[in-house]
């Protein structure tokens, strides 16, 4: 019940397209939803993350939607840049006092 | 400001071999981590400290102590290495255990 699964392994994706990466989580008492960004040879870095009292949250390029009822959540990257490329990992927590549980992680690649 | 600080960045040990991680963080964060990121694994907590003085174990704690003696200090200790202990190691701290967590750099160890 703690597990947050996380889709696809990898994606690769042409600049200028959309990329979506899936994540879906089984435990209800996880109120705590971030995404987070890494890049070869560096920590992982909080992109966005969102609250289920919304169903969606966007921060430039960046947006997070949220299913509550499916339990499911994704992040979708729109004009995706070379940039963009690392891997992306999704979290849950059940917000102050717990601790997160992480996705096995996306590896995304956009090529220019 | 320097954030979340590990070292060493690379560490080779042979089976058998003890060493420490160093982890300091420079935000005054009552709340320290650290995981280990394997493929296709994603981030395993290992030990987490909600304050100095506090410590606690995580997912995969076997293997690794860990104290905190003051509020920027967190390192992890593995006692008798393993091959199954090579991984890359994530220190990470947040201003309260839920909360948004700062990564550092990472240290990646080979145990032969």
């Known amino acids: 019940q703690q597990q947050v699964k996380q889709s696809p392994q990898s994606l690769i994706v042409q600049k200028g397209g959309i990329s979506i990466i899936n994540c879906a989580y089984e435990?209800?008492?996880?109120?705590?939803f971030p995404w987070y960004q890494q890049f070869p040879g560096k920590g992982p870095a909080l992109l966005i993350a969102i609250r289920p009292d919304v169903s969606e949250k966007k921060e430039g390029r960046f947006t997070i939607s949220f299913n509550k009822s499916a339990k499911q959540f994704s992040l979708h990257i729109m004009d995706s840049q070379p940039g963009d490329s690392a891997t992306y990992f999704c979290?849950?927590?059940?917000?102050?006092?717990?601790?997160?549980?992480f996705g096995p992680g996306t590896r995304l690649s956009v090529l220019p | 400001n320097a954030g979340v600080t590990q070292t060493p960045k690379f560490q080779v040990l042979k089976t058998g071999q003890s060493m420490t991680l160093q982890c300091a963080q420079d935000?005054?964060?009552?709340?320290m981590s650290w995981y280990r990121q394997d493929p296709g694994m994603g981030l395993r907590l290992i030990h987490y400290s909600v304050g100095a003085g506090i410590t606690d174990q995580g997912e995969v704690p076997n293997g690794y102590n860990v104290s905190r003696s003051t509020t920027e200090d967190f390192p992890l200790r593995l006692l008798s290495a393993a091959p199954s202990q090579t991984s890359v190691y994530f220190c990470a701290s947040s201003y309260t255990q839920g909360t948004e967590a700062f990564f550092g750099q990472g240290t990646r160890l080979t145990v032969v």
């Open positions: 935000m005054n964060h009552e709340y």
């Open positions: 435990n209800t008492a996880f109120d705590y």
């Open positions: 979290a849950a927590s059940g917000g102050y006092g717990q601790n997160f549980v």
